[in-house]
């Protein structure tokens, strides 16, 4: 079974957002690979930006 794992900024990861992402990325691996809708999961994470660096550098 595909998993797609999504971590994004807190501020992203909406009541709104959320559906969207997980209908889109299904299409999307699903056109592309062929993976059976019913099969694919898709999980979204918020994180804050204080714990998320780049660069050696926590993000702000």
């Keep these: ?20 992402m997980i209908v889109a990325l299904t299409n999307a691996l699903h056109e592309s690979s062929g993976a059976a809708v019913e099969h694919i999961q898709v999980i979204i994470q918020g994180v804050q930006p204080s714990h998320w660096g780049q660069g ?5």
């Design 56 to 60: 050696g550098k926590p993000s702000e």
């Design 1 to 20: 079974m595909p998993v797609i794992e999504v971590k994004l900024y807190d501020r992203r990861v909406t009541e709104e957002s959320v559906p969207k």
